[in-house]
């Protein structure tokens, strides 16, 4: 200690840097292409420092060049500084009945993207982890054979997730229960991979919240429309994870105490009302899951047979999707009262069959919120389909390589 107080510690000029070059990078991500001194103008940097740091963006192909571009009305024109389309990621997710994968590049473009039926019930989880990590492969070595260096993957998992460890704590619908999916994926992939897991909801949210309907509405609800139904909640742009990592769990809360057994083994859960299950047994329980021997229905097979009833006015399905209508309207309340978000998103099978749900929803919801959910807050579909989840993924090692630059080796 002095006279004039403490003694100030000696700055980090490392992280000082980390720090620039995630502020330039993002500036280029959120603002689009720009000069040099656009960016310095946009980020407060001094010119120099900028051009040093777009020189290391380069190096590790973070950035591109492109055309002339002028500032201002004076001086000569600079080239211009993109986002390059040379380096992405790949997001898996793993569901009861299907597989998902994307992989995009660091503009955000889509490079791979497919879904594959997939049956929990036949395989272990040894089983489970191999088919994760031959689909892993496939799209890893794909997104490089488009000219994309794939940085990193994420799994997207339903159930709950310690992200620091890489754990797979519980996935009640999958039947999984402290699975060390990180170390096990990752012993048989590029050691300079990053590796991920995180909860599908989250993933999902952050998608939504990046790319979808309500990209950019800080203050958001993202609900998955699948056998389960999970959450992620975006609040003041950023995702409630909650003190251990477990928020979002909201399928599991109890609206129906005598209401029927869930996969978790409690009774009443709101997934039990408005779950792809429930839907299923209620309108095709000829269907139904957990029935038949053969080959498992892709989830849109089922929601379009679903579909082909409700078009034919068949008044069984009309009555079962009211019912589930107007139950996710309640659990809808819930969640504005806890979040008072500003849209609640629709994924899975809720967004395919959103002109049928919203009506019920939105009017219970409205009859219910303690605030005006009709002014204030609203249900909309989202567009991203049953891919949410992995693209959430792939988006979610594209915001590491933005947060921290420095972590990715020099081309």
Request: hydrophobic share 45%; proline share 6%; with cysteine.
């Amino acid at each position: 200690m002095t006279a004039a107080g403490p003694v100030p510690e000696p700055v980090d000029q490392l992280a000082v840097r980390r720090i620039n070059l995630s502020r330039t990078l993002r500036h280029i991500r959120v603002n689009g292409p720009g000069s040099r001194a656009a960016i310095a103008a946009g980020t407060g940097l001094h010119k120099t420092t900028v051009s040093s740091l777009v020189e290391e963006l380069l190096a590790r192909r973070l950035v591109r060049e492109t055309g002339l571009e002028r500032s201002g009305t004076a001086g000569r024109p600079g080239r211009g500084v993109a986002l390059s389309p040379q380096l992405g990621a790949v997001g898996i997710e793993i569901n009861v009945d299907y597989l998902a994968v994307h992989g995009c590049d660091l503009t955000g473009r889509t490079v791979v993207e497919r879904r594959l039926a997939f049956d929990v019930r036949r395989r272990d989880v040894d089983g489970c982890l191999a088919d994760l990590a031959a689909a892993a492969d496939r799209a890893l070595t794909e997104l490089a054979g488009r000219g994309v260096t794939p940085v990193g993957l994420t799994v997207a998992v339903p159930g709950l997730v310690d992200v620091a460890r890489g754990v797979v704590v519980v996935a009640p619908n999958l039947g999984w229960r402290d699975v060390p999916v990180v170390s096990r994926l990752a012993a048989g992939l590029d050691p300079a991979l990053q590796v991920g897991v995180d909860n599908d909801a989250n993933l999902a949210a952050l998608a939504e919240h990046t790319w979808g309907v309500a990209a950019g509405t800080d203050d958001l609800v993202y609900l998955t429309g699948s056998v389960g139904v999970g959450g992620g909640a975006i609040t003041g742009g950023r995702l409630l994870r909650g003190a251990d990592g477990f928020s979002g769990e909201i399928g599991h809360l109890p609206v129906e105490p005598d209401g029927d057994p869930c996969g978790c083994g409690r009774t009443g859960c709101w997934e039990t009302k408005v779950g792809l299950a429930e839907l299923v047994r209620r309108i095709t329980p000829e269907f139904a899951y957990g029935l038949g021997d053969g080959p498992v229905p892709d989830p849109r097979e089922r929601v379009a047979e679903v579909r082909r009833r409700l078009d034919a006015r068949d008044p069984a399905a009309l009555d079962a999707v009211a019912g589930i209508g107007r139950w996710l309207g309640h659990g809808g309340a819930i969640l504005v009262n806890l979040f008072n978000p500003r849209v609640v998103v629709l994924g899975g099978y809720f967004a395919d069959l959103a002109d049928h749900l919203i009506p019920a929803a939105q009017a219970q919801l409205t009859r219910l919120a303690m605030a005006s959910p009709a002014d204030r807050c609203h249900f909309v579909a989202s567009d991203l389909g049953f891919t949410a989840a992995a693209r959430g993924g792939a988006g979610a090692v594209i915001e590491r390589m933005i947060d921290d630059p420095s972590a990715v080796p020099s081309g």
